[in-house]
Each structure stands twice: as structure tokens, then as C-alpha cells.
């Protein structure tokens, strides 16, 4: 057993602020905490203590081209544009090169304040298409980059099979991502040995309606464990919408309702186009609607309708997702600020017994993301100790009421204030530095020349 002691003046807990707590923790795990304790015995935690934030959609290797997709290329530029510059980049990477990217990105993610991230992982095989020796080379690898940064995550191997409604042919274009039902049972059993159970864990991932059948989704629902999470992309566009509506009758949301049905275990990502009846049938499901506001800002996506699901009381997080921006403040701002202009007024995502937005929406992503994760987070006994503490020698944060330190993060100061972050009460950020910083940036200068040379 291995017991440490930490100690902070004040902390989010999962019950709200209080002062002077001592938390302990046990194997990594918070096995009690006491509040208006000293701090005698204790790692004196520096700054107000917060729970760590969920990243819960990342395609890792996306890092490579943030920014450099910015160029009008053709009046028509969109989305699937921008997929065929993504797809060139996908055409280029090792496995070396992905390791590099994502080790550099989690640190990142981890100076930002996650402290767990859902890699979403598609990029499976050799440039011609056909498997590694080992099927699981490039997801061991971005397994590896979480272990090195020392970020908790939770790998979802994506199963990608078709490039359209109906179970069209994949183009050559995707041929390093295809599977077939069988591959894919074997990939995940592979992943599913040696690994740190504390920080690590699996889920089942459906890249898109697109890319998989109804007898595919059935089938691989049925075949692995029923506690996992379930991660798809749905109606992120419109495009995708009408496809969808040609093909069946019904819009992506609905189709999945009516022919498969999801609940709590399922993280709808996206769902930006959906209709009144859809976010109802979400909201009750009490599936976690993904939202990635800085991807879908960029990409020109749409504006999910947050406030309806809120009031509903459905559940969502945020995913930095291409990872244009890694930052938890400016993705909370986003979404918030997304709904403000939509709707021409001010402070639109809250609860009545959470009017603070910073407040609600910091707290209600992180919990959402622990259900997407399928793990536990929060300040509370019996919770993996993953917290981050705010340096708040700025003037608007070293003036806050505990209350008002989250808002002052998301929408008053402009720089990163995250300080100390632990994850399984293991420090892996010191006053915001991460000891593999260097190498890591390094090692990704060296690879991005490599690839855009
Ligand atoms: C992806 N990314 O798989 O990386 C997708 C684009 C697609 C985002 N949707 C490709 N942000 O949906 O086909
Ligand atoms: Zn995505």
C-alpha cells in the first residue's frame, strides 16, 4: 500500500469548495478527505485545487497540421476539404511519427489541465493498407505516448469499415483505417493485455454511420464488454444528414435511436445537427453529447443546441478533437460563447442550482467526460486522484472568491494558469513544467520537418 498525504487551503471537491483539506490517497486512488484540517504531514498542494478536466475526442496525430489547413484553396473550401488535406497527412505517418506527435500533444493536454484523454484512433495500418506484423503497432504506440506524458487514456481502436451509407467500398484514400469485424475483436483483445489498469482502459469505437453497417454495430456491441464506452461521430455535418436521410428516411440521431438504440454507456460525438426530438431521445439516454467547439468552430460544423440538452438535464464534455487549440479555457469559452451569439443574449449554459457558467460547465464536462471515459475523476473518496492546481499570482485570480476563480479562468484572463497537475496522485506537471518538455518538443520539430518537407 502506498498512502500520501496532500493538503490545500481550498479545493473543488465534488461537493463544492472547502478549506483546508487533506486529501489521501491510496495506490492512486483518493481514499479519504477531511476538511478544515492542518496541513502537518501533508504535500502542501500550491493554489486553489480543481479536478483535472477529460479530453474525450482526440485523434492525436491531427496535431500535425493545426493551423496549416488556413489557406483558401478554392471559394468552396469546407469540411471535406479539409478532410483530403487530412487524408495526405494520414497517407505520410509512421508509427515513430505518431508516438512523437502524441507524446508532444499530451504533455500539452497535461499543462492545460487534462488529465485524461479518449483517443479516438483510426490510423491503423501501413501506408499500402495492409496490417503491421503486429496489427496493434500504431495504437500500442499512441498508448505509449499516453504513458510517457503520464496522461490517463482511454483508447477507442475505431472500427472503420465502409466510406458511406450502405456499406459503400472504402476509398483507397482510407485504406489504412479499414477493418473487418473479425480484425478488429482481435485488435481489441491484443489491447486489452499488460496494461496499467489505474490510467488505462479501452472502448468501443464506431468511426461514423458512414463507416459501419447495422449488423457490424450489433455484432461488435454484443461482442465485447458491456461496461465499456461507446464512441461514434454522428451529424457533424449536413452533408452527412442528407446522405443519411437518402439512404434511410431518417436523420443520423434518429436512425441510431430507432435501429440500435444507445443509453449512458454511448458518447454521441458532435450530434451538432439535430432536431428537437433528437436532443430529447439524447437527453433521456443520458448519453454524453462530445462536443469539440474549437474543431467545430474551425471546421464550419454548426452550433449544437447545448441549451436544450442542459435543460433536459442531458450530459456532455469536451473534446479538443484536431486539436487547433489546447486549452480547457478557451474550449469552455467557445461553447458558451457559441450559444451566446446564436442566441443574442448572455450566460446560457447553467443550471438553477449552478448559475455560475464557468461553474457548470467546468464541472458538468468533467463529469461527463468520466462517463465517456467509463473512469472516475472527481474530488471524492474512491476517485483515481487526478487534480490541478491555479497559479494565481494573476491580479483577477489572486482577487477571486473561490467561487469566481473558474470564471476569471474562462473568460477573464488570457494566459494558462493551470500550475501543479497530478494524475493517480502522481505529479506530472511542476509549475507548469513537464519533465519530458524538451525532448518531447524536440523529438516533434524533428518529425513535422519530416512530414511537410
Ligand atoms: C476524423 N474529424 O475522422 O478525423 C473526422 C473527419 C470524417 C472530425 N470530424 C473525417 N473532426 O468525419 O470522415
Ligand atoms: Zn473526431
Known amino acids: 500500500m502506498m498512502n500520501k498525504f496532500y493538503f490545500a487551503d481550498q479545493v473543488l471537491t465534488a461537493s463544492g469548495w472547502a478549506n483546508n483539506v487533506k486529501i489521501e490517497v491510496t495506490n492512486g486512488v483518493i481514499s479519504q478527505i477531511q476538511v478544515g484540517k492542518t496541513s502537518q504531514g501533508c504535500q502542501l498542494l500550491n493554489g486553489p485545487v480543481l479536478p483535472g478536466m477529460v479530453n474525450l475526442h482526440s485523434h ?5 497540421m493545426a493551423g496549416l489547413a488556413e489557406v ?80 490517463g487514456q482511454t483508447l477507442l481502436p475505431v472500427l472503420y469499415s465502409h466510406s458511406g451509407f450502405g456499406g459503400q467500398a472504402p476509398s ?20 486489452g493485455k499488460n496494461m496499467d489498469v489505474l490510467r488505462h482502459n479501452q472502448g468501443l469505437c464506431f468511426h461514423s454511420l458512414r463507416a459501419v453497417t447495422k449488423s457490424q454495430i450489433e455484432t461488435a456491441l454484443t ?90 438535464s442531458g450530459r456532455l464534455g469536451i473534446g479538443s478533437d484536431s486539436h487547433v487549440c489546447v486549452s480547457v479555457a478557451e474550449e469552455l469559452r467557445l461553447l458558451e460563447y457559441g450559444q451566446r451569439l446564436r442566441d443574442q443574449q448572455r450566460n446560457r449554459v447553467y443550471s438553477s442550482d449552478q448559475p455560475s457558467v464557468g461553474d457548470f460547465i467546468y464541472q458538468a464536462s ?10 472516475s475523476t472527481g474530488i471524492r473518496v474512491g476517485s483515481r486522484a487526478d487534480f490541478i492546481t491555479l497559479d494565481i499570482s494573476h491580479p483577477l485570480l489572486a482577487a477571486a472568491k473561490p467561487e469566481q476563480l473558474i470564471n476569471r479562468w474562462i473568460f477573464g484572463i488570457n494566459h494558462n494558469p493551470v500550475n501543479d497537475v497530478f494524475v493517480a496522485g502522481e505529479q506530472v506537471v511542476v509549475s507548469g513544467k513537464h519533465k519530458l518538455e524538451e525532448n518531447a518538443s524536440g523529438a516533434l520539430v524533428k518529425s513535422l520537418k519530416e512530414l511537410l518537407s
Not at 497527412?89 to 499543462?111: C, F, G, S
Not at 437527453?283 to 474551425?298: D, H, I, K, R, Y
Open 60 to 64: 492525436a496525430f491531427q496535431r500535425a
Open 366 to 375: 468533467a463529469l461527463g467526460g468520466n462517463a465517456a471515459c467509463n473512469i
Open 223 to 312: 461482442s465485447l464488454p458491456q461496461d465499456w464506452p461507446v464512441h461514434i461521430h454522428i451529424a457533424e455535418q449536413m452533408k452527412e444528414v442528407n446522405d443519411c436521410v437518402a439512404w434511410s428516411g431518417q436523420r443520423p440521431v434518429e436512425w441510431l435511436a430507432n435501429q440500435v438504440g444507445f443509453d449512458a454507456r454511448w458518447c454521441l460525438i458532435h450530434a451538432t445537427h439535430v432536431n428537437e426530438q433528437e436532443v430529447k431521445t439524447i437527453a433521456n439516454s443520458q448519453a454524453v453529447v462530445g462536443l469539440c467547439p474549437s474543431t467545430e468552430a474551425n471546421l464550419g460544423d454548426g452550433i449544437f443546441p447545448i441549451t436544450d440538452l442542459v435543460a433536459q
Open 172 to 191: 483507397p484514400t482510407q485504406a489504412r483505417f479499414i477493418h473487418n469485424l473479425d480484425a478488429y475483436l482481435r485488435l481489441q483483445e491484443q489491447l
Open 72 to 151: 483558401c484553396l478554392d471559394p468552396k473550401d469546407s469540411f471535406w476539404s479539409w478532410r483530403d488535406l487530412m487524408y495526405g497527412l494520414v497517407a505520410k505517418l509512421t508509427p515513430d511519427q505518431v508516438r512523437k506527435i502524441a507524446t508532444h500533444l499530451y504533455i500539452e493536454m497535461l499543462k492545460a489541465g487534462y488529465t485524461q484523454v479518449a483517443e479516438f484512433h483510426y490510423l491503423h495500418h501501413q501506408q499500402s493498407g495492409q496490417a503491421y506484423d503486429n496489427p496493434a503497432e500504431m495504437a500500442l504506440h499512441v498508448r505509449q505516448a499516453a504513458v510517457d506524458a503520464g496522461i
